[in-house]
């Protein structure tokens, strides 16, 4: 029976069938999607959601619009301790919420394709290095009072927790081969940035890598973000920074 509600958070209605989704709708989750690129308003804080999960998209944390008021509720939600989970974008977008810079690397690199990260902070969140998914442009600052949990070598932050509820990673462990197959498609003028792994790379590195990043996802979600959930949302007060 399910009774716990997770807001799906997409900035692209084509975003389905992903990881994450799936381990929670596997674990009694009912899903409840919004899209802010396609004018669908966010829930107030209290319509009984045990968490939001924030997807990745083209768009920049440092957009207007319906980017700057999507800023402005991940700080309410957060502000509340409710558990967060932000996915590249996502993860942008709480290091925006907290006062914290999003910007490009100086030389214009991009990250596409599978990238190892290390860890950098609490051993359960990360115990050794791993080759992740990647695709964006753009990387966090480490915002104030945060804590730096992974890095890498191109984006030095690459993910990071700020109170006991709320995650920021850069890179994409939802990504399956699949939807891989479909971004390189979807956004092939990317594969010839600098930086970029090409499509034959990336599909060989899919047979090496996604079954870790995969195997690593289901552990992080069980081991941290599912105790979030349960009880009373807004256990552990999350600290308002920036």
Request: glycine residues 12%; charged residues 25%.
């Amino acid at each position: 029976m399910r009774h716990r509600k997770a807001l799906l958070i997409r900035h692209t209605k084509r975003m389905q069938g992903d990881r994450v989704s799936a381990w929670l709708s596997g674990n009694g989750f009912e899903l409840d999607y919004r899209c802010p690129a396609e004018g669908e308003e966010l829930p107030e804080t209290g319509e009984g959601h045990a968490l939001a999960v924030v997807y990745g998209g083209v768009q920049s944390a440092n957009d207007d619009g319906y980017v700057g008021d999507e800023i402005s509720w991940i700080r309410r939600w957060i502000g509340e301790g409710r558990p967060y989970l932000g996915l590249c974008l996502g993860g942008q977008l709480l290091a925006r919420a907290l006062g914290a810079t999003v910007a490009g690397y100086p030389e214009a690199l991009h990250e596409v394709g599978f990238v190892e990260i290390r860890p950098a902070g609490d051993p359960d969140f990360l115990p050794g290095p791993l080759y992740v998914y990647q695709w964006h442009k753009e990387g966090f600052v480490l915002p104030d009072g945060a804590e730096l949990l992974a890095a890498g070598d191109t984006f030095p932050n690459q993910a990071f927790r700020f109170g006991r509820a709320a995650y920021a990673l850069q890179f994409h462990p939802e990504v399956t081969v699949d939807i891989m197959r479909e971004w390189m498609v979807d956004g092939a003028a990317s594969l010839a940035a600098p930086g970029a792994s090409s499509k034959a790379q990336q599909l060989r590195d899919a047979d090496r890598y996604s079954d870790d990043m995969a195997a690593w996802l289901e552990t992080f979600l069980a081991r941290n973000i599912l105790p979030l959930t349960v009880g009373n949302p807004r256990q552990g007060r999350a600290r308002r920074g920036g």
